[in-house]
Nanobody, 123 residues
Framework: QVQLVESGGGLVQAGGSLRLSCAAS????????MGWFRQAPGKEREFVAG????????NYADSVKGRFTISRDAAKNTVYLQMNSLKHEDTAVYYC????????????????WGQGTQVTVSS
């Protein structure tokens, strides 16, 4: 059974930083992708960042380019999201997702999802 467990969320002031982690268990995604999405109250879930496991290729939403960095640790089967220069509008529940297909990297069509971790940025 595949499990994705997020950690690292919390409360931070605007301009601060947080690093989210997502540890996958139950299988590896060596030819697939992992991604981060977020959902703010009253809004749809949106893509934040994705990474192709095989070559480390990354994609970002325009709203986070230059501020967020996604990375992976194959040995730990873990993906990270380093978030810098946080803004109030980054406040949301952040979800990790994984799939064996790298083609889904920027879509919502991931097979596996975590439970989410709250990120709150105070202005």
């Amino acid at each position: 059974q595949v499990q994705l467990v997020e950690s690292g969320g919390g409360l931070v002031q605007a301009g601060g930083s947080l690093r989210l982690s997502c540890a996958a268990s139950g299988r590896t995604f060596s030819n697939g992708a992992m991604g981060w999405f977020r959902q703010a109250p009253g809004k749809e879930r949106e893509f934040v960042a994705g990474i192709r496991w095989s070559n480390g290729g990354t994609n970002y939403a325009d709203s986070v380019k230059g501020r967020f960095t996604i990375s992976r640790d194959a040995a730990k089967n873990t993906v990270y999201l380093q978030m810098n220069s946080l803004k109030h509008e980054d406040t949301a529940v952040y979800y990790c997702a994984a799939d064996q297909r790298s083609i889904v990297v920027v879509t919502k069509k991931y097979t596996y999802w975590g439970q989410g971790t709250q990120v709150t940025v105070s202005s």
